[in-house]
């Protein structure tokens, strides 16, 4: 070891003391690294002095910090259990390479470069790498412990801000700006779940829950609960995966990629882990509190419905509410509901226009096939495109009374995962409770139906005929009603039976209603009597329908009957009233019936006349 080797190292140990009085160690490693090893370079008249970290996946040591400019060497490879190695860097130039341990579990080395025609001392080589492994190591305790004291600070922050807030949102923001203050030069991403419906500009990517695909590291972060770690290969990358665990489930992954390939400490995995547990505790309280708001609007939105459900008496009017209800509580595009009746799918009006279309047959499928499978999760959140059409999500509810499934409610989206399971359970629930009320509403038109309807012809019956008339004349100018009457009822009863002869009374009926128009009514007068009216209608018409209908009679019943007409008819001008109309129909077919039978009289204003 010659003198001016010495005092150029001398001068590099007392420069090195001023400049740690002066060091700000609230900066990177890397970056103190750097300025030492600058010093050092200055002082002993280098060419280039780097440090090295080793990595053990890649069993080589890379660049870490540099003395000029930024470490754009290559990784050196391991040299066994050499301290000091002393290699040809090729030209004029030679390499000392000083091996040390930075920590416990940590290697690594310093590389001078110099010229051949300035070589060092083999045994102030040994010196330097004692004093740098001692100056590295102190430089890394002080940094760790102010990184450690920061980080921890970070930490307390952190966790004050975040319980103290219950939004979802606010939460995730905060993991995100943490680590960005913590570890500045990583990247990072949030990755959960398609449940997430969050705003703002967060890094966040979906985590794909799929069993056929094969488990990443990510996927066991979320199902072990615990810190998983993984290289990358291009470009070479360290990533950590720390789950956000509350006490009940796991709510995301955080994923953390380091600017370069080396295993993460474990004192860093240790401070994620903490960072990830907290958030998990925090995002798990905001999202019962939400989940609490939840079901306070759910029940407010059950309760509103079935408030207005009540005050709409009428199936369809029913239906169109509800609806318009779930379009704007769960955002669906198209909204079907479905009867079950006599081993048959009925749509009932008020659904959606393309559940009237064959277009929408795959998706009834799909629920159908789901239904009778036993499977109570008629929910997807990304169906199938080329097997269906433009809608994505489905859900459906089946609406059950007293344990019967009395139909099928069934809600379309386009956009994919526009539903959430919790919009699922939700539509089962107001589907549940809307049930009674339709249920309520079908039975009470069916009451109505029958108060207005003869149970043997289901034609209206006698009293129905009366309120549309007096309501015709009115509001109409003309109208006109004819009587029938089957001619000689009683004899078809003697000989074939009552049976045959309520069969009678039910083919004439069907003739009747076959033979008028849909704004006509037909109704049964009493007994073998049944009567039409015709509204808006001048005499001539009243009378070929009449003719028409008593040619039919005859021609398709079995046993053939034929029957006896009367027709009466009115116009605004007159100053009769129903009872009148009435009155002249009755005379008119009396003398039908007395003047030969198959016959058909007319009783205008004045005159009593045979067709």
Known sequence: MNKEEMKRYESFKQKFFHWFLAFQDDGPFSAAAGELLALLKEELALEQAVFYLYDPVRAAFYPEAAAVGTPDAGPIAAD????????????????????????????????????????????????????????????????????????????????????????????????????QNVYPSFTYHLLLSHDNHLRGNLPIKTLVLDEREKQTAALRAFLTGQVQCEEMEAPPRSVLYAPIKGVQAVYGVIEIIAPYAAPFPKREIHFI??????????????????????????????????????ARPRLHEAIEYMVSQIQQSFGADEVGFFLFADGKRELLPGSTPFFFDHRSEPYIEWVEKRRQSGNDILFAGDVCVSAFGSF???????????????????????????????????????????????????????????????????????????????????????????????????????????????GVLVQVAETVRANIRDGDVAARWGGEELAVYLPKVPLSDAISIARRITEKVREQTIPTVTVSCGVSWWERQGCEDAKQLFKRADAALYMAKETGKNCIFVHDDCHLYKV
């Open 80 to 179: 066994g259990e050499r301290k000091v190695a002393v290699v040809d860097a090729g030209g004029p130039h030679m390499a000392a390479r000083l091996f040390f341990m930075l920590s416990d579990e940590t290697p690594a080395m310093v590389e001078l470069m110099y010229r051949k025609d300035g070589g060092f001392d083999e045994r102030l080589l040994w010196e330097i790498r004692t004093d740098l492994a001692r100056l590295f190591r102190k430089l890394s305790a002080v940094l760790q412990g102010e990184g450690e004291e920061k980080r921890y600070g970070q930490l307390h922050h952190f966790a004050a801000k975040i319980h103290s807030s219950m939004h979802i949102d606010v939460v995730l923001e905060e993991i995100i700006r943490t680590l």
């Open 273 to 310: 882990s903490l960072l990830a547990s907290t958030a998990g505790s925090a995002l798990e309280n905001a999202k019962l509190y939400e989940q609490s708001r939840r079901l306070v609007a759910d029940l407010q939105l059950i309760n509103d419905t079935m408030r207005q459900l009540n």
């Open 392 to 502: 994505r999500s489905i859900m459906a509810a089946p609406m059950q009374q007293n344990k019967e499934t009395k139909g099928l409610c069934i809600a379309l989206a386009s956009e994919p995962y526009r539903f959430t399971f919790e919009m699922f359970k939700l539509l089962e629930s107001l589907v549940q409770h809307s049930t009674l009320a339709f249920m309520n509403a079908m039975l009470r038109e069916e009451l109505e139906k029958m108060v207005v309807t003869d149970y043997l012809t289901k034609l209206h019956t006698r009293r129905y005929l009366d309120e549309v008339i007096q309501t015709s004349m009115g509001s109409d100018a003309s109208g006109a009603l004819i009587l029938f009457d089957i001619d000689n009822f009683k004899q078809i009863n003697d000989v074939y039976g009552h049976q045959t002869g309520d």
